[in-house]
């Protein structure tokens, strides 16, 4: 499972102090001191240095807090080639990071001979090869950031810190919007594929009164109760309209007094491959965000490696970016010129 690779998709929104700059254009040209004169491709390739050169282009970039290393590497046949490139005509940069954990006393060993063990210390960062796909365009105060890892392994916060440092300026922007985003076909697919497993309704209580007319000692005198209903027949679906009828009435039923609708409520869902995940029932069931598994969309990992193959998922991330910027841009009614 550590090397199954997932897709994460997120909209970036400028967070602008002022009203005359707005767009990605308005910061960069800020941020990088461009004449009113400069090209777009000029302005995007300063741009693309300074990505270059803080993601880690010559030293690992390190972000203390998750404890992990961000970097570009370099190509095998040529040293002034790099793993990440710019697409000056879609305003895009993308390619393949280095990126792993650092900070834990770790060990090795050959799965042939258990003995034969190394230490890597705490400045060993272990590292595996994640593809990231970021659209700015010039004219929008809206990109969109792609991220492919695995179901263990990801580095989405340390590379969302670096775009809250990228795309900031003290005078005229605040630090970025990250929004996760799944495109509407996914979801579609996911409600239609899935089904229940489980509700649980969970509430801290203090002891009640039955306890105590029984007399029953205990010590901190509270407990956490947690209720579960389990589909037996697998067949209730996220989407249902019985799924909000049975929501009602379990939530009208009482424990100790209480309405179980005051307790945490979560629903447990499993898709067709029986991956499980779990949503808050009030906050998050009219709006899941499934998970979007790249094997389930073609996406070939190879059996030695355990690596995807990051030509597909460049052409997979490419055509999906196109479709959701076009459901983006309906949904917010803006146009792209």
Do not use: W
């Amino acid at each position: 499972m550590a090397h199954n690779p997932k897709l994460n998709v997120y909209i970036l929104t400028l967070n602008s102090k002022k009203d005359e700059f707005e767009t990605f254009r308005d910061l960069f040209k800020l941020k990088y001191n461009s004449g009113v004169t400069d090209e777009d491709s000029k302005v995007f390739g300063k741009y693309f240095q300074d990505f270059l050169n803080n993601i880690g282009k010559d030293d690992f970039r390190k972000d203390d807090k998750a404890k992990k290393v961000l970097g570009v590497a370099k190509s095998v046949s040529d040293e002034t080639s790099y793993s990440i490139n710019p697409m000056f005509e879609q305003f895009t940069i993308e390619g393949v990071l280095d990126g792993g954990k650092y900070g834990i006393l770790r060990e090795y060993a050959d799965i042939d001979n258990k003995d034969d063990k190394q230490i890597l210390d705490g400045k060993k960062a272990v590292l595996d090869k994640f593809y990231i796909c970021l659209c700015t365009p010039l004219n929008s105060k809206y990109g969109y950031l792609l991220i492919q890892s695995y179901t263990e392994e990801t580095i989405q916060e340390p590379l969302k810190n670096f775009m809250r440092q990228l795309f900031l300026h003290e005078d005229a922007f605040y630090n970025i919007i990250i929004e996760p985003y799944v495109p509407d076909r996914f979801v579609e697919k996911f409600q239609k594929e899935s089904k229940v497993r489980l509700f649980s309704y969970t509430s801290k209580v203090g002891v009640s009164q039955i306890l105590r007319e029984k007399k029953i000692i205990v010590k901190g005198q509270a407990f956490e109760v947690k209720i579960e209903l389990a589909p037996i027949d697998h067949t209730l679906v996220p989407s249902s309209d019985e799924l909000g009828e049975i929501l009602n009435v379990v939530d009208r039923k009482l424990f100790d007094g209480h309405e179980l609708g005051s307790f945490k409520k979560k629903v447990y869902i499993a898709d067709k491959k029986e991956r499980k995940a779990h949503y808050d029932i009030e906050k998050e069931l009219s709006s899941i965000k499934p998970t979007i598994y790249l094997e389930d969309e073609g996406i070939q990992v190879d059996s030695v490696t355990g690596l995807p193959d990051f030509i597909q998922i460049k052409e997979f991330c490419s055509k999906l970016l196109i479709d959701i910027k076009k459901e983006f841009n309906k949904k917010v009614d803006i146009h792209e010129f």
